[in-house]
């Protein structure tokens, strides 16, 4: 009887339909297994046949990509997920570090998003009333407060 993870594994997939499923064009997906990110993609008469553990492999590079992973980095890992238990200290220092970076991120466009949101509110209301109305920076961001509910500082 097969585990679940082997019934996972057992579907199998073309490179097209990889394509398909994940976004990505067949030379992205061959460079991820030549730079080392994307290893353990097995090949039947010449071609390419993936797993289900290699597109959840494939969809974690690209997540680790956004967060601004350096490629060497994506690859030290992937290589690391290859060698099982004895690596799973490792590889959790490496997501938290991946976190951290991550919600530092999320932190800054966080605070661009509230200058831009505060921005779009001073040009409707400028365009509404004219310019000479927000002349008081401090006026203007405790107004900004009390008519949208959000807090901003310069």
Excluded at 63 to 88: H, S
Excluded at 95 to 109: C, G
Excluded at 116 to 137: C, M, N, Q, R, S
Aim: include cysteine.
């Amino acid at each position: 009887m097969k585990s679940k993870t082997q019934k996972k594994d057992a579907a199998e997939y073309s490179i097209s339909q990889v394509c398909k499923r994940t976004g990505f064009s067949a030379d992205t997906l061959r460079f991820y297994e030549k730079s080392g990110l994307l290893p353990g993609v097995m090949r039947r008469c010449g071609r390419r046949v993936y797993s289900e553990s290699n597109l959840l492999a494939v969809k974690l590079i690209d997540c680790l990509k956004k967060t601004g992973m350096p490629i060497a980095e994506i690859a030290e890992f992937m290589r690391l997920t290859t060698k099982g238990d004895k690596t799973v200290k490792k590889r959790l220092a490496m997501m938290r570090k991946r976190e951290a970076a991550a919600k530092a991120q999320l932190a800054a466009i966080q605070a661009s998003l509230a200058h831009i949101e505060f921005k779009v509110w001073y040009y409707e209301t400028a365009a509404k009333e004219g310019l000479a109305v927000l002349a008081d920076i401090e006026a203007t961001l405790e107004r900004y407060r009390r008519e949208t509910g959000r807090k901003f500082d310069l």
